[in-house]
Structures are given as C-alpha cells and as structure tokens.
Nanobody, 120 residues
C-alpha cells in the first residue's frame, strides 16, 4: 500500500507565492513520474505539471514561467513552487505518482488534495 499526502496550500493575494509539498510513503520501491493536478469548483480536474524521475518537466501552458515543479528522490517528495498567483489558479491541488511497490507492482497514486485560494 502507498499513500501521497499534500501540504502547503492556503489563502494568498494575487501576485503572491505558495510552495506545495507532497510526500509519498508506504511499500515503495521507486517512483517514476510525479505530478500536480488541480480541480476548481464545478470544473474537471486538469493537468498542471509533471516531472520524471530524471528531472524532465512538463507544464500546462497557462502556468509556464510562473510555476516550477521539482522533486527529491531520496525523500520521495515532489514540490510545486507557484509564483505570481492569479485568482483563476484557485483550486484544490492534487499530487500524483507513478509508483513501483516493493513487490514490483506499478500503481497510480493520488493524494487527498490541498486547497489553494487566491484573492484579487
């Protein structure tokens, strides 16, 4: 069994920054791609950013240049640095991971989410 837990969400004003963290735990052998997704009220969950184990990154066009994704493989953690936040970035942010367990089973794990609210 594996788990992901996010932290770092909160209420900020437009233009400010937040740093989200996600920690994976459980019977983990290793983690390939990790990522961040978000879901705004009455909208579908959408892709924000991903990072491979080797450090290659992808971003949604709207956050390119403002958000940075990074990871610490030794700690099984992934981060999302969000700068120049806008009210439209308000959403619940979810962490994901493609995890290989100790018995070599690959699973797609999701956290419970952390709320990010950006006021205008």
């Amino acid at each position: 069994q594996v788990q992901l837990v996010e932290s770092g969400g909160g209420l900020v004003q437009a233009g400010e920054s937040l740093r989200l963290s996600c920690t994976a735990s459980g019977i983990i052998y290793n983690i390939d791609t990790m990522g961040w997704y978000r879901q705004a009220p009455r909208k579908q969950r959408e892709f924000v950013a991903t990072v491979t184990r080797g450090g290659n990154t992808n971003f949604q066009d709207s956050v390119e240049g403002r958000f940075t994704i990074s990871r610490d493989n030794a700690k099984n953690m992934v981060y999302l640095q969000m700068n120049s936040l806008k009210p439209e970035n308000t959403a619940v942010y979810y962490c994901s991971g493609s995890i290989t367990t100790l018995n070599r089973r690959k699973v797609e794990a999701w956290g419970q989410g952390t709320q990010v609210t950006v006021s205008s």
